[in-house]
């Protein structure tokens, strides 16, 4: 398979994770979580992306964060200790679209980063 050139997707991943870092630090009254819960999400996704290309695989449709950890999983066992159920959050009872708890999005933010680790470390995992 040609890889095409994926470099934009690991740059946009860190420029967003930076982003969601930043407001995080802000104090509590001060975030908007909805950035840190998108920025996340989108950070998640270009970084997994960004593995499954760099190793050669195109990612299954429907592409999911689900789907996309699955596929990176098989390459990298590491991606099994990514717990998404955060990132999901908005499917809870009383929330809108995103989450708009600090506590719920430092969740979604610590997965995110923890991915981008990952996805940064040269040596394979299990």
Same mark, same amino acid.
């Given at each position: 398979m040609q890889n095409p050139n994926i470099d934009?997707?690991?740059t @946009?991943?860190?420029q #967003?994770?930076?982003f969601a870092n930043e407001e995080i630090s802000r104090s509590e009254e001060d975030v908007a979580a909805y950035m840190i819960c998108?920025?996340?999400r989108i950070a998640l996704k270009n970084a997994m992306t960004y593995f499954?290309?760099?190793?050669?695989?195109?990612?299954? @449709?429907p592409v999911t #964060?689900?789907?996309l950890r699955d596929q990176c999983s098989f390459e990298d066992g590491r991606f099994q200790d990514v717990?998404?159920?955060?990132i999901n959050c908005r499917h809870d009872e009383g929330e809108e679209e995103y989450c708009l708890s600090v506590n719920k999005v430092s969740e979604c933010l610590?997965?995110?980063? #923890?991915?981008?680790g990952i996805v940064g470390d040269s040596v394979p995992g299990y």
């Open positions: 934009f997707l690991l @946009e991943a860190d #967003l994770l930076n998108k920025n996340s499954l290309f760099k190793n050669g695989i195109k990612p299954k @449709e #964060l689900e789907s717990d998404l159920s955060s610590d997965a995110a980063q #923890l991915v981008r």
